[in-house]
């Protein structure tokens, strides 16, 4: 009764930004993403009729109870649909210290959900993995995918119609995503407490609505292109638009700090010098800085000048989920 599977993160290019449904995790429109090479988790979970409660180690050390508790909550999903009410203990190592938090919750929720239905021989195809991993973390359902993924909202009220499909594989295209890690120190506000706060409150949530569906459409139609120069300027567009939903809720959500700001005015400078680059940025202060390979080096150089950018990582598009 034990399965082990690794996933790979993935970024939003088109971001997931409010739910149609706060319990099934359904989303309020489609999501694009690529998937990570160097980000992943890998998990393993062993069921055992002896033990009283789940237990969860991360990265070699008892989690907090929190994140327990998020975990058994979820394994209490997967139970419910077998008949074995065994506990487990799940073991989650992941390839950068979470600290960075970069998209942990994707390859975690995703790893989480292939093993522990490995564990119990569930034999689940990819469609129905991915609904599985999005009741843990919604852009987890993203990552059992590699390449570029999308998230198809689905209209039914049960979820069964919202999930994760392959845009394309990684080889089609070696994009570079050059990740900006900024300071980390000061707490955040969760992506969950963020949109849905941005739903509630935020007066350009609408806004965001009407025009989130065409910046999907034309995404994804560069990706298939290799169109970089159109995807970039969709990507930056689509993540300022939806900091700027967040910046308009009540109270208002600032996920930027300095260094976030001074990686954004690099971004552009690289620009004005010729060098097409564009950002990308997740409920956080880290910035992720599209290229195209041939301009890594010079991209990597370049935000190495920034201070406090505590780290950099040059990610390709990853693998599917094993
Ligand atoms: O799935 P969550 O709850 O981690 O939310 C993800 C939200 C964003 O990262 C900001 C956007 C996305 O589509 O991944």
Redesign the pocket.
Do not use: E, P, T
């Given at each position: 009764m034990q399965g082990t599977a690794k996933a790979h993160s993935?970024?939003?290019l088109i971001?997931?930004?409010g739910k149609r449904n706060e319990k099934l995790i359904l989303p309020a429109n489609n999501?694009l993403?690529m998937t990570l090479d160097q980000y992943y988790t890998t998990t393993t979970v062993s069921f055992d009729p002896y033990l009283e409660t789940d237990q969860f180690l991360f990265n070699d050390n008892q989690a907090n109870e929190k994140e327990r508790a998020r975990v058994s909550r979820f394994l209490d999903q997967i139970r419910s649909l077998t008949k074995t009410n065994y506990h487990a203990t799940v073991t989650s190592i992941n390839s950068v210290p979470t600290a960075a938090g970069l998209?942990s919750?994707?390859s975690g929720f995703a790893a989480l959900a292939a093993a522990a239905s490995k564990a119990l021989d569930l034999d689940l195809d990819k469609r129905t993995l991915s609904r599985l991993a999005r009741l843990g973390?919604?852009?987890?359902c993203r990552s059992i995918y590699g390449g570029f993924v999308e998230w198809q909202k689905g209209n039914r009220n049960d979820g069964m119609d919202s999930y994760a499909a392959p845009v394309a594989p990684s080889e089609h295209w070696n994009l570079a995503m050059v990740i900006a890690c900024v300071d980390i120190t000061r707490k955040n506000v969760s992506?969950?407490e963020g949109?849905n706060a941005s739903v509630r409150t935020s007066p350009f949530y609408q806004g965001w609505l009407t025009t989130v569906e065409q910046d999907l459409i034309k995404a994804k139609r560069a990706v298939l292109a290799r169109d970089f120069e159109k995807l970039g300027s969709i990507v930056e567009s689509n993540a300022l638009k939806?900091h700027a939903v967040a910046l308009g809720a009540n109270p208002p959500i600032i996920y930027w700090q300095e260094p976030t700001l001074s990686v954004i005015e690099k971004v552009q400078a690289l620009r004005k010098a010729g060098v097409p680059a564009y950002f990308t940025i997740?409920?956080g202060p880290n910035v992720a800085v599209l290229c195209e390979q041939q301009n890594v080096p010079v991209v990597h150089e370049t935000l190495l000048e920034v201070p406090d950018v505590m780290n950099l990582k040059i990610c390709y598009p990853g693998p599917d989920i094993a």
């Open positions: 993935n970024i939003a971001k997931y930004w999501s993403s998209a919750s994707a973390s919604g852009s987890a992506s969950r949109m939806m997740d409920a």
